[in-house]
């Protein structure tokens, strides 16, 4: 039975001259392709939180809840409008294009944190998005004259991105 896996015509690696083969492993991290759980991982950064412990491990899951809970605030908030009525376009337009960068950025952070393929990451990440909804996205805390006049009533509000 042939137990190559299509892999019969690969030639085997070379020896170098020092004795050790022609690949080169030089601190390879192994990278999970699936969803794993364990408080030994790397989120964001090389070496964080690592194998720091369970208390690290848990303020990173901090960390990411909150920057899906701040994606949400942001996407729900309505700063421009504390400008005032007298601001320029071009002023508000500039913050309007800030807080938009500044979303799109913790946005892609979360879920290169996600990609880490955690499992109490991915948790954290949905859960901080989750709330974030429901406390400025939802119609839960809103009064039914911000209902009538808010233009976004679509259930659940359109994906923009």
Known sequence: MNHGHGMEGM???????????????HNMMMMHMTFF?????????????GRRGACMYALALIFIFVLAF???????SRLIKLLGEGSSNV??????T????????LAYLVMLAVMSFNGGVFLMAVAGHA??????GSRVFKKSTEMLLDDNTSDPPPMAC
């Open 91 to 96: 002023l508000a337009g500039v913050v309007q």
């Open 11 to 25: 030639a085997p690696t070379s020896q170098s001259t020092n004795g050790t083969s022609g690949m080169h492993h």
């Open 70 to 76: 701040l994606v949400e605030w942001l996407s729900h």
């Open 37 to 49: 759980w364990g408080n030994i991982t790397e989120i964001l950064f090389s070496g964080w939180p």
């Open 98 to 105: 800030l807080l938009h960068a500044i979303r799109v950025g």
């Open 131 to 136: 709330l974030g909804f429901l406390l400025f």
